[in-house]
């Protein structure tokens, strides 16, 4: 039995006509084309599955989908404005904080969600905020320091 | 099924060349062949001691490279410059690194090359991405290409131009008389229509350290922006409109055999393909998910034979099992040595299984196209991977191409490519495009480990405190960085058995190269012996080092390090928590020293300063990132990564009981390049991991008193340590 599920996708109205049992992550990779979020874990233990839902970071490997009915997604396709990067797309560029990337979409979004709440965040918050998020490339000091430099701002 | 709209795949470097657009492309200019062979310039030493060759491959892979051709370098009609090399990008900006060393010779912008990596029908043959080889050997060959190429150029422009060579400037890709500058050519009109395949004898010297404008430079890395904006393709992200996600039945342990299979229940699920084949159960459907719940629904019976190890005896199972040693680093005679010796240390050094747990699982996507088979690869090696799948289809080399987009994290471990294997078989036979992307279990399971691994020294110091005797027997771990850095009398490796082959079998699991395989306890072992007998003289670690080593490089790094560290001696114990180790790697020197905290056997490390000689630093920045990243890896190498198992049978599974290092496990850190433009650069992506085991448990002895035999140092081993 599938559910009409309606809601709003990196600023567009978007509806969908799936089984709301299945995980949003899996509907953004494969119904919508959407493969920026991405599989790290399916246990919510890694973070490199993160999205915006609400100004609030969730993991979208466990989460239903009709879970967003009538929500307000972000996925990384939706951070930059067009071809203008968000501040904290450009500082990762420019601090270095990427390496192989796959992490990286996890990350922004994790931090982004963290300053919504929080513009002016210390660097004990930061570390304290991205701790499951999970980077193998050992990226850290660089995520730290590119966060930061947009908290300062 | 749902109102799916599947996006086909598109916008993926990987994809941006069509074999006819390449053809095309071959229609004109300049194309310079070259071999990873070719000989560095002549104006540049070859590194001091010795350590250019590639090391720790034996013969392995090479591939007789001094005939083999190894890369192109394209300058097209239009003036574009493509370079295409068979390595891959797994995050550690080898691209960006390549760009500039080809952009330098050339003398045009890094960020106007197109940079064409791991595809096997468009670059030439590479034996993979590992060994901290990219800008090491790979970079040194396309440096000595593009100046090749420039000077074709130079060449081709003054005939053009009727002015003698040495009055021509060349800039940003236009040749013009220096005297007159509207006297002009650029490298576009040089090479349209032509289709030359010069080559120049002698060849071109490639630049000066002096004349670098690229080389030594920081530009960020030319794949942030696709990264930070999600359209970064991976294996896993590749789609097509009839693409099926096959999920596998897996056993329940290494070594099990499969006893009967009963699909019913899972054939019943709408829409699910079922394929079994010898040796393959697979299920498939439209939606991983779905393709997922119907591999549960397979019910499966195994018969798995019960082999009584863990990881705690492993140890004692491997080592009656190894075979006859190898042998190396041989100077003096042993037995003189242990006669010559006041003291002899007698010392065993363990670390057990380690996972890569890259963020990215293994993927592949395979498409047949006609007699064509296509594979995007999640893969460090794409073309013995394209001679492995086309040798099990049983169809020529050509007729299987595979195109390694983005690399979520390698380390090694993607040297395999199971999952590649996997996805060709399906695709040939549903005659759909397949995609196999590994749950993170499947991951852990079928993982190429970091076999566990036993060092034993003996040790001897003579009546003066100087090391006279040095008996290193390395079982399963092989010999990289096992070089000897101290200037000992009589010295022998013995390697029994290593991380490349498990032939004949005896690690319950598949092992393989982990981010500088085998090093790691080597160097871990080494650095400990050293501090137990700095200790046992009551001498300063640091000290004790620099009395025993001739080595200017070394003793370069190490004094460099203890300055920034604000190091003063003193023997360990101290209580300070600092701990120094050094290694040699991949050509590069690093001493690195570790503070750290000790509570209730908890290991915090608060500080970490690396100094690394690598030669020339082609992008000092990214080489720092590495250093960093390296330190950050090693934590957890030193720390927390152990692989937990009953038999054949993986207990990890998953990141909640595979502790990988963490931001808050962060400490202060900072990297050094030591300037050293007497020296090709050398390997980047590993040498810095390789100190930071033996850094730690240095420091966790000069903090508290207890040396930690065993990787990693977990409270529960440092507190039975301490309690002995």
Not at chain 2, 499 to 522: L, S
Not at chain 2, 590 to 612: L, M, P, S, T, Y
Request: charged share 25%; glycine share 10%; with cysteine.
């Amino acid at each position: 039995m599938n559910d009409k599920i309606r809601f709003k996708l990196n600023g567009k109205q978007t509806e969908l006509d799936v089984d709301g049992d299945r995980k949003l992550l899996w509907v953004l990779r494969t119904d919508l084309g959407l493969t920026g979020t991405k599989y790290g874990c399916g246990m919510s233990l890694c973070g490199a599955c993160t999205v915006v839902i609400n100004k609030e970071a969730v993991r979208s490997c466990m989460l239903p989908v009709r879970n967003v009915q009538g929500k307000e997604v972000l996925t990384i396709e939706g951070l930059a404005q067009g071809d203008k990067l968000h501040p904290l797309q450009q500082a990762f560029i420019d601090k270095g904080a990427v390496q192989c990337g796959y992490c990286t979409p996890g990350m922004l979004m994790n931090a982004y969600a963290m300053l919504l709440k929080n513009p002016k965040l210390t660097r004990d918050q930061i570390i304290a905020g991205m701790e499951n998020n999970l980077c193998r490339c050992g990226s850290h000091k660089r995520i730290v320091q590119a966060i930061e430099s947009v908290a300062k701002r | 099924m749902q109102n799916k709209k599947p996006k086909t795949f598109e916008n993926s470097r990987a994809d941006i060349f069509e074999r006819r657009d390449f053809i095309k492309l071959l229609g004109g200019g300049v194309i310079i062949l070259f071999s990873a062979a070719s000989p560095l310039s002549a104006q540049q030493k070859p590194p001091a001691g010795g350590p250019g060759r590639p090391q720790g491959f034996g013969g392995f892979g090479m591939g007789g490279g001094a005939t083999d051709l190894n890369a192109y370098l394209k300058i097209g009609e239009d003036g574009k410059i493509t370079c295409f090399s068979g390595k891959i990008e797994q995050g550690q900006a080898n691209t960006t690194a390549l760009a500039q060393m080809a952009a330098e010779e050339l003398g045009v912008p890094h960020d106007s090359i197109t940079m064409i990596l791991g595809d096997t029908d468009l670059c030439p043959w590479d034996m993979g991405t590992f060994g901290s080889m990219s800008v090491r050997i790979f970079g040194a060959a396309l440096r000595s290409a593009a100046a090749e190429a420039k000077a074709i150029l130079m060449d081709m422009a003054s005939e053009q131009l009727k002015t003698p060579k040495d009055q021509l400037t060349c800039e940003n890709g236009v040749i013009f008389a220096t005297a007159d500058q509207k006297n002009k050519v650029t490298f576009a009109q040089l090479t349209k229509g032509q289709k030359i395949t010069r080559k120049l004898d002698p060849k071109p010297a490639v630049k000066r350290v002096s004349e670098f404008t690229i080389i030594g430079k920081s530009p960020v890395r030319i794949d942030g922006r696709a990264k930070v904006t999600g359209q970064a393709k991976y294996a896993c992200d590749i789609r097509f409109p009839d693409l099926l996600y096959a999920k596998l039945l897996r056993p329940p342990a290494h070594g099990a055999t499969l006893k009967n299979v009963d699909t019913s229940e899972a054939e019943k699920i709408p829409g699910v393909l079922v394929v079994r084949e010898e040796g393959m159960v697979a299920v498939l459907h439209p939606d991983p998910e779905i393709a997922e719940k119907a591999r549960t629904a397979i019910k499966a019976e195994y018969d798995v034979s019960p082999i009584n190890i863990d990881e705690s005896n492993i140890f004692d199972y491997l080592l009656p099992k190894a075979p006859k040693p190898q042998l190396s680093e041989r100077k003096g005679d042993l037995a003189v040595g242990e006669k010559a010796a006041a003291t002899v240390f007698e010392h065993t050094y363990l670390n057990g299984y380690g996972a890569h747990a890259t963020m990215e699982t293994h993927s592949a996507c395979a498409k047949m196209d006609g007699d064509k088979m296509t594979v995007w690869l999640g893969t460090q090696t794409p073309f013995p991977a394209q001679q492995e799948i086309a040798r099990q289809l049983k169809i020529p080399n050509e007729k299987v191409r595979i195109i390694a987009p983005y690399i979520g994290g390698g380390f090694g471990g993607k040297s395999p490519f199971p999952q590649g294997a996997e996805a060709v078989r399906l695709a040939k036979i549903t005659g759909k495009p397949v995609q196999v992307s590994f749950t993170r279990e499947e991951e852990f399971f079928y993982d190429s480990f970091r076999p566990a691994a036993v060092v034993k020294i003996k040790s001897g110091l003579d009546s003066a405190g100087n090391i006279c005797l040095f008996d290193n027997q390395i079982y399963f771990a092989g010999t990289r960085s096992a070089e000897q850095l101290y200037d000992v009398p009589n010295n022998l490796t013995s390697s029994y058995g290593g991380w490349m082959m498990d032939v004949p079998k005896i690690h319950p699991f598949n092992i393989g190269a982990w981010r500088a395989p085998g090093a790691n306890i080597n160097v871990f072992a080494r650095e400990s012996q050293i501090d137990i007998m700095a200790a046992k003289l009551k001498m300063d670690p640091l000290e004790f080092r620099l009395k025993n080593t001739s080595n200017a490089r070394l003793r370069r790094v190490l004094e460099l390090a203890a300055k920034s560290f604000g190091y003063t001696g003193a023997a360990g114990p101290s209580g300070r928590g600092f701990g120094i180790a050094c290694g040699l790697d991949a050509g590069s020197l690093v001493a690195e020293i570790a503070e750290v905290k000790v509570d209730k056997g908890r290991v915090r490390v608060k500080r970490f300063v690396a100094v690394q000689d690598m030669g020339i630093s082609v992008n000092p920045e990214g080489s720092k990132m590495q250093i960093e990243g390296c330190i950050m890896m090693g934590l957890g190498y030193a720390l927390s990564e152990d692989i937990h198992f009953r038999g054949g049978q993986l207990l990890t599974k998953n990141f909640h009981n595979y502790s990988l290092p963490r931001f808050s496990w962060m400490p202060e850190i900072e990297a050094i390049i030591v300037k050293n433009d007497e020296l090709d650069p050398q390997g980047g992506g590993e040498p810095a991991i390789v100190p930071v085991g033996a850094a730690i448990a240095n420091a966790v002895f000069d903090a508290i008193g207890v040396r930690v035999f065993q990787m990693p140092l977990t409270a529960e081993r440092i507190n039975a340590a301490a309690n002995k």
